[in-house]
Structures are given as structure tokens and as C-alpha cells.
């Protein structure tokens, strides 16, 4: 079943678009058919389907939403846009800043696609590359203005001891240079702590979040960077905290305590960890909900070494947390859109006048459906379609079907 990639409407000035666009018919999570109008880049009105009409009577453009389900888009928490869509390559891994460009571009349209009109890419400064793949991530940032916000972390290798000096440096100059946050992997620095006093140090002295990578394996490293991060303005996230999992229910409980009490956001990546082909676990989600820390899902790894099958889809990381966490679909839903764009600093979005216009159109009725046969979408960034999937099924013409009226998307069935 091939998915046809239309090209998006676009403006020159990759500005948002001030005409007024209707939504027209659109099924909303709580069963009711609406008109939404969009203006601005915000939500204008939301009436009863065949209510609405452009500001004042004007005449709008219209998508018609008959069959779709209308959601808030979802946000990518947690990308690699420098390593994206290596996984065929051989050989060591090309730090070309043409080539980055190009795989972090196609990676972004690919998650664009699938309704992500906002994304935060973790990329690695230091060692071989220096400051040319974070270079390279922040063109693509520039040229995808419009279409979707593209923010990076900055992730130095090693911080601390001698060899830390020019990790340090490097920090900074990554966010002189534009990134929008500090990160990094502390476990695999010589001094874990020392690690995290610095990313913290710099952070501070930035005003700028902090989004660390670590598996939360050792409950006594996790219990001091949490007391660390505890208060820090505007905040730390962790993931993906997959080793939680591994770690005695008492033991875990506590963990969550504390990172709930830190104000710390947990970014977990049901889809498979990003630093290690072996890594696969997933951190407790309900155990931490449930101990009151913000939990959001990200996608991870994109085709690259450490998950060659990655697909980089926020409804796949919410169907995996419904069907293999147990969460209600709402909620899994919760963890990529309001979750995730709340772990990156960007305001909320409800399907109510007055909100940003960040829409996810699905093809179905209700979210369990759609989270299951996510097919066809409409993603709408800033008051304006900017993608379109659309699928189409088609079978043989069979006695099977015959009489049963079941539901068709094809125009006929295949000779």
C-alpha cells in the first residue's frame, strides 16, 4: 500500500499565511463534526460542521476534513537529524556538511509528513565533526522556516579532566552559534557528575534548557544529577531512561519520586534507544505518570546504525505506548503532542479558538483507530496545510466484499 508524497503549498517568505483557511467537517476526539477556520496562525473559530464562513463572510479556502480526525500536531521530542538515514552507508559514518544537510533535510520532511510541524535534533559537536554537523543542522533549520521549527541540542562528547577543555569550548561556541539547548551523555564521560556540573554551569549562564541523554540504569547517578537539575530555569529533560525499567519496582518508585519532586521531563523512546543497537528498553511510563513526572515520547533513532528500521513517527511511539504500555490511547496521544511540545518550550495546542493553528488531520473516526491505521494525513503548521500523505487500498474485485458494504477508499476494484 504506497503512500504518494504531494507537494505542499509554500510562500516565498516562508511566513505564516495571514488568508483564512476552513477546515471543513472535521471529527473531533469527542465525537463532534466541526468547521475550524484558521487565520493568522491561530485558531479563528470552531463552529458545527457547514456553520462557518471566512472572517466577516469573506470568501476561504477550503479542505475538506469529511472522514478525517482532527488532532493537535504532535512534536518530534527527541531526533537525530545529523546521524538520520545512515543505516544503509558503509563504512564510517560521513561528517560532510552537504550530506548532512541533505539527510537532516529529508529526515525533517519525512517526520513533517507524519505530522511533527515542530522538532528538537540532538546533534554531536566535538571530536571529527568540530561544529560543522550542528552548522549544517541550523541551515536546515533556516531553510525549513514555514514549514516546521526545527531547534538542536548541542552534544559534546567528553567535558570534564584535560580532555574536557575543548568539549567545553566547543559548548559554547555551539550555542553562540545558534543552538537552542545544552545536552550530551554523561555516562560515557570519565566523570558523570563532573559532566552534568558543567552542562548545568553553561545552561545557567545561557538561559537556555538542558536535554541529556542517559539510560538510568544507576539509580545513585540518577538520584544526584536529579538533585543537580532540581530548579533549573527553564528546565532539564532526560531520556530515554530505558534502564528505569530494569531496576526493582521499589527502587524505580523512588527514582520517579525524586525526578518528580526535581520538576525533571522524561523523554522516552518507545521505538528503541538511539545511542545503541542493543538498546531496546523503554522507560516504566505508567510508573513514572504516576508518580507525577512529565512524561513525553520521542522517536529516537531515523535509519541509522542503532535502529536501522527507525521510522521517526510520533503516532508510532503513541501506538506503541497504547499497545505495549497500556496507556489509554488519549493519554498515549498526550505523551507526543501536549507532553512533547510542552518538554520543548512550545505552547500549548488545543483544538479551540484562539490556539495555534498546529493540526494533525488523520483519516479516521477515533483516536484508537487512527493510532492503529494512521494512513492518510494533512498536517497543518502555522494556519496552513504543509503536507499531505494520502494512501489508498485497493483489492480485486471478490465475492467476499459483495453485499457487505465495507468501507472503500479505491474507486473500483482491480482487474
Do not use: W
Not at 550542528?134 to 521549527?149: D, F, K, M, Y
Amino acid at each position: 500500500m504506497p503512500d504518494r508524497q504531494q507537494q505542499p503549498p509554500h510562500s516565498s517568505s516562508g511566513q505564516t499565511d495571514t488568508a483564512a483557511l476552513l477546515l471543513c467537517g472535521a471529527r473531533l476526539t469527542d465525537g463532534r463534526a466541526v468547521d475550524v477556520r484558521l487565520g493568522g496562525g491561530r485558531i479563528e473559530a470552531v463552529g458545527t460542521a457547514g456553520s462557518l464562513t471566512g472572517a466577516s463572510g469573506t470568501l476561504a479556502a477550503k479542505v475538506d476534513l469529511d472522514g478525517y480526525l482532527l488532532l493537535p500536531a504532535p512534536a518530534e521530542a527527541h531526533a537525530h537529524s545529523d546521524t538520520a538515514l545512515t543505516a544503509d552507508g558503509d563504512g564510517p559514518l560521513a561528517y560532510d556538511d552537504q550530506e548532512i544537510q541533505r539527510r537532516a533535510t529529508e529526515a525533517a520532511l519525512l517526520q513533517l509528513g507524519h505530522g511533527a510541524t515542530a522538532l528538537r535534533s540532538h546533534v554531536r559537536v566535538g571530536d571529527v565533526q568540530g561544529l560543522d554537523a550542528l552548522a549544517a543542522v541550523l541551515q536546515v533549520r533556516r531553510s525549513l522556516r514555514g514549514l516546521a521549527e526545527l531547534t538542536t541540542v548541542a552534544m559534546p562528547r567528553v567535558l570534564t579532566g584535560a580532555a574536557g577543555a575543548d568539549g567545553l569550548a566547543m559548548l559554547r561556541d555551539a550555542l553562540k552559534m545558534g543552538a537552542s539547548a545544552v545536552g550530551g551523555c554523561p555516562d560515557a564521560d570519565p566523570d558523570p557528575t563532573g559532566y552534568v556540573e558543567a552542562v548545568l554551569e553553561i545552561a545557567s549562564e545561557h538561559g537556555c534548557p538542558v536535554d541529556l541523554h542517559t539510560d538510568a540504569a544507576d539509580p545513585a547517578r540518577l538520584a544526584r544529577l536529579t538533585a543537580m537539575a532540581g530548579g533549573l530555569r527553564p528546565g532539564v529533560t532526560l531520556g530515554p531512561c530505558g534502564g528505569l525499567g530494569g531496576l526493582p519496582t521499589e527502587v524505580a518508585s523512588r527514582a520517579a519520586d525524586q525526578l518528580a519532586a526535581a520538576g525533571v521531563t522524561v523523554v522516552c523512546l518507545p521505538q528503541g534507544g538511539c545511542g545503541s543497537a542493543g538498546l531496546r528498553a523503554t522507560a516504566p511510563v505508567r510508573l513514572l505518570r504516576s508518580a507525577g513526572v512529565r512524561v513525553a515520547a520521542g522517536s529516537g533513532a531515523l535509519r541509522d546504525v542503532s535502529n536501522p528500521v527507525g521510522r521517526g513517527d510520533p503516532l508510532e511511539a503513541a501506538y506503541l505506548l497504547a499497545s505495549r504500555h497500556g496507556l489509554r490511547p488519549e493519554d498515549a496521544y498526550e505523551a507526543v503532542s501536549c507532553a512533547a511540545r510542552t518538554a520543548l518550550g512550545l505552547p500549548e495546542v488545543r483544538v479551540e479558538a484562539g490556539f495555534p493553528a498546529e493540526l494533525l488531520a488523520v483519516r479516521g473516526e477515533r483516536l484508537d483507530g487512527v493510532l492503529s491505521l494512521a494512513y492518510s494525513r494533512i498536517v497543518v503548521h502555522r494556519g496552513r496545510v504543509v503536507a499531505r500523505t494520502s494512501a489508498v487500498r485497493e483489492y480485486c474485485n471478490s465475492a467476499a466484499a459483495s453485499g457487505l458494504d465495507l468501507p472503500r477508499q479505491g474507486r473500483g476494484g482491480l482487474s
